[in-house]
């Protein structure tokens, strides 16, 4: 792309942008006119965009980092976002939560602080008011992030919304339970495992939307999210695990065997609903099945 041109871009740093939602992000941004920096700690395959290479748990190579780029926008997805990782090394989800956070708004205040900032949280937050809340380290870790966040924009009148989206699904490599399930039944298909799809407990209800609609998202609260709030990003509907392996089997020809460790365990259906970013102009239009569809092409495509 001709530099002029791309001067006179507003200029994107994705954070994260070799994640699972990263790799979504950096696409979209660029068809949709960003200048999009790319940070990761490792390189990308995307030509569209410039690679920065930075751990963001280092303070200093976050500063030199915004120091060069001097964005516009930052949309910050990166992070450790396991909570069986959390539990094993808390301090590190810790650092790489919240205090690459810190880093990165500290930094922006000094350089850059009229930068439009998206930090992009977790439905898995707690109630800081209610500590009995609290389950695992990773929701700490992003809790404290969010606070980390909201604390800038109040105490140095930062331009900072918060992102909360639910499950995040769709093509790519991911570790949520969708693509688990994806990765398992192309393996049937393909011969390579038993004919059985483990689960926990089938009555196990999630809010699902499509990490493609979820970026869509980010942009609109990129420009037009109001500092300080925070954004629910849902489809609005729950399902059952149960209907989602249900959806899976009429999207294979092969038969398969459920084992559910959790026998009769139902949840009741809480709705996550969008509705201050629907007022903004956001609905999802990708369907669950239409997900699910992706989710198989991409593996079936993308085989070990």
């Known amino acids: 792309m001709d ?24 696409n979209h941004f660029v068809n949709a006119g960003f200048a999009v920096t790319a940070v990761s700690r490792k390189g990308l395959g995307n030509g569209q965009v410039l690679i920065e290479l930075c751990d963001l ?78 389950t695992h380290p990773y929701s700490l870790s992003k809790t404290l992030q969010v606070l980390i966040a909201q604390s800038w924009g109040v105490l140095y009148n930062m331009n ?36 059985v799809l483990e689960v926990n407990n089938l009555q196990a209800i999630r809010d699902f939307v499509d990490v493609r609609d979820a970026v869509r998202a980010y942009e609109i609260l990129l420009t037009q999210g109001k500092p300080g709030e925070i954004y629910d990003i849902a489809s609005g509907n729950s399902h059952t695990l149960g209907e989602v392996i249900t959806g899976f089997r009429t999207l294979t020809t092969i038969d398969f065997e459920i084992k559910s460790k ?31 569809e992706d989710i198989l092409y991409f593996y079936r495509k993308n085989k070990p």
């Not at 530099?3 to 950096?26: D, E, N, R, W, Y």
């Not at 809480?270 to 699910?292: D, R, T």
């Open 57 to 134: 748990t280092n303070k200093e190579s976050v500063g030199k980092l915004i120091k060069k780029v001097k964005p516009d926008y930052l949309l910050h997805l990166a992070g450790q976002n396991h909570v069986g990782t959390s539990w094993i090394d808390p301090v590190s989800s810790l650092e790489a939560n919240a205090m690459s956070t810190l880093y990165l708004l500290e930094a922006l205040r000094q350089e850059k602080p009229d930068c439009k900032v998206v930090i992009v949280g977790s439905a898995l937050q707690f109630d800081p008011q209610n500590i009995s809340t609290l």
């Open 160 to 195: 900072i919304v918060i992102a909360k989206p639910s499950n995040l699904i769709g093509p790519g490599i991911s570790n949520g339970v969708c693509s688990i399930f994806a990765k398992k039944i192309v393996d049937m298909e393909e011969n390579n495992a038993e004919k």
């Open 262 to 292: 959790v026998k009769d365990q139902e949840e009741g259906r809480v709705e996550i609903l969008p509705a201050e970013i629907v007022k903004l102009g956001w609905k999802p239009v990708l369907s669950l099945k239409s997900s699910l």
């Open 3 to 26: 530099g002029k041109v791309m001067s006179q871009m507003p200029k994107l740093l994705i954070t994260g942008a070799s994640g699972f939602t990263g790799q979504h992000a950096c």
